[in-house]
């Protein structure tokens, strides 16, 4: 099993859809994780981290389940500017990250 | 305003080559690390250093080396450049160790 595992897409949406995310992660011990995006051939930058109680940034809204190890995003009214590859991090002690999942919103 | 700085941007050896890619960062980082990024795959751990003359392994360091002698700069070097080291390299800096991380803006490295 991949330490951190991401469904890679891509996803297409039209723009104003609600797209949700997943990333399932293997080290129960992680106490810290993250959202970051991905725009083609740049760096990852941080979108937002992740709370154990959940939090919210403007359209973008994460959740953290520990039981189930996973961690999602959710967007809401999509954008054409939201079109990037979304990486979920997940600490080891070190940050893992995941492979990424493509979100393309289109007109 | 320069955060993470690397050079190069784009960088094409040959094999059995050595080469040393730039790292600074002036945020007063303790953490800094390198990450390689390949397609289909998450970003790998190279090398990491949780302050100035403190560097370990991570995942994947085999071929590479580094050395932290200000807290600023993380050089990463390869030793003897292998096809299998084609890939995009990310430096990475934070506060402290497990902490958000801040990119640099990566180095393209063709080794043919």
């Known amino acids: 099993r991949k330490e951190v595992e991401q469904d890679p897409g891509p996803f297409n949406v039209p723009e104003g859809a609600t797209v949700a995310f997943n990333c399932t992660y293997s080290?129960?011990?992680?106490?810290?994780f993250f959202w970051y995006r991905q725009d083609c051939r740049k760096e990852p930058k941080l979108l937002m981290s992740v709370y154990s109680s959940g939090n919210e940034d403007g359209r973008f809204t994460a959740q953290l389940n520990r039981a189930s190890q996973y961690i999602s995003l959710l967007i809401r009214d999509s954008k054409l500017s939201d079109s990037a590859t979304y990486l979920c991090?997940?600490?080891?002690?070190?940050?893992?990250f995941g492979a990424g999942t493509r979100l393309t919103v289109k007109p | 305003n320069a955060g993470v700085t690397q050079t190069p941007k784009f960088q094409v050896l040959k094999t059995g080559q050595s080469m040393t890619l730039q790292c600074a960062q002036d945020m007063n980082h303790e953490y800094m690390s390198w990450y390689r990024q390949d397609p289909g795959m998450g970003l790998r751990l190279i090398h990491y250093?949780?302050?100035?003359?403190?560097?370990d392994q991570g995942e994947v360091p085999n071929g590479y080396n580094v050395s932290r002698s200000t807290t600023e700069d993380f050089p990463l070097r390869l030793l003897s450049a292998a096809p299998s080291q084609t890939s995009v390299y990310f430096c990475?800096?934070?506060?402290?160790?497990?902490?958000?991380?801040?990119f640099g803006s990566g180095t393209q490295l063709s080794v043919l």
């Open positions: 250093s949780v302050g100035a003359g403190i560097t």
């Open positions: 080290n129960s011990a992680s106490q810290s």
């Open positions: 990475a800096s934070s506060y402290f160790r497990n902490e958000k991380l801040f």
């Open positions: 991090v997940v600490n080891f002690g070190d940050m893992r």
